[in-house]
């Protein structure tokens, strides 16, 4: 059966250290992963794209990692801050089919 | 608003009452979703539009879920005979692209959480 799973359980870091989420996918081909950010009562918030063919993809503190051969994405925050805490959401798209297929996230939390 | 907007943000329902929950996607946005979100899940599909045409309704749990976009902007979800089951958030985003072309970012409402007692 089709799996998404992202990190097990919540994660708490300390300020200043690098965060790594990471998100696993079971009976996918997906053409694109996305990663969302989404905080207590509101709606996800895109951050980052990254299609198959790429590698990596960065933006500013952010980067992720796209692995089709072991079928994981590694999402990385540097120098963590509190603001950072919220669950994040990884995101498949296959082919041509539009929507696109959500993890259940990763609930993280910075300590200051 | 410059974003996509939801109404209403929160919704109490008895069991059997139909409701109905509004989005007002992002001004000349082609691509519109509707996903549900139970509590710590990630959203889950439940149909999409492009344009006017729903063109996938393949996440809808039950035919009590109905969903339109008349006139290819504002969207309406409809519960009909609401059920204890059905309580949850329910997102909508938008999209600028269509079906077929590259991929593009999502852009959420707030959501309606629906509670039916």
């Known amino acids: 059966s089709q799996k998404i799973e992202q990190n097990s359980e919540a994660l708490n870091i300390q300020e200043g250290k690098t965060a790594t989420l990471t998100c696993n996918y079971t009976?996918?081909?997906?053409?694109?992963l996305q990663w969302y950010r989404q905080d207590p009562g509101r709606g996800p918030v895109f951050l980052l794209l990254?299609?198959?063919?790429?590698k990596e993809k960065r933006k500013e503190r952010l980067k992720v990692t796209f692995d089709t051969t072991l079928k994981q994405s590694l999402f990385h925050i540097t120098a963590s801050q509190p603001a950072d805490s919220a669950t994040y959401l990884c995101?498949?798209?296959?082919?041509?089919?539009?929507?696109?297929?959500f993890g259940s996230g990763t609930q993280l939390t910075v300590l200051p | 608003g410059a974003g996509v907007s939801q109404s209403p943000r929160y919704k109490v329902a008895k069991r059997g009452q139909d409701v109905a929950l509004r989005c007002d996607p992002i001004?000349?946005?082609?691509?519109l979703f509707w996903y549900q979100q139970a509590l710590g899940q990630g959203p889950e599909f439940l149909t999409y539009?492009?344009?006017?045409?729903?063109?996938?309704k393949s996440g809808l749990p039950s035919d009590r879920f109905f969903a339109e976009r008349p006139e290819g902007s504002v969207s309406t979800l409809k519960i009909q005979r609401t059920q204890q089951e059905d309580s949850a958030v329910y997102l909508c985003?938008?999209?600028?692209?269509?079906?077929?072309?590259?991929?593009?970012?999502?852009?959420f409402g707030e959501g309606s959480r629906l509670t039916v007692l």
């Open positions: 985003a938008s999209s600028k692209t269509g079906a077929g072309a590259n991929t593009g970012e999502l852009f």
């Open positions: 539009f492009q344009n006017e045409a729903q063109l996938d």
């Open positions: 001004s000349g946005h082609v691509s």
């Open positions: 009976n996918y081909s997906p053409a694109y």
């Open positions: 990254i299609r198959e063919n790429e």
């Open positions: 995101a498949l798209g296959e082919g041509s089919a539009r929507q696109l297929t």
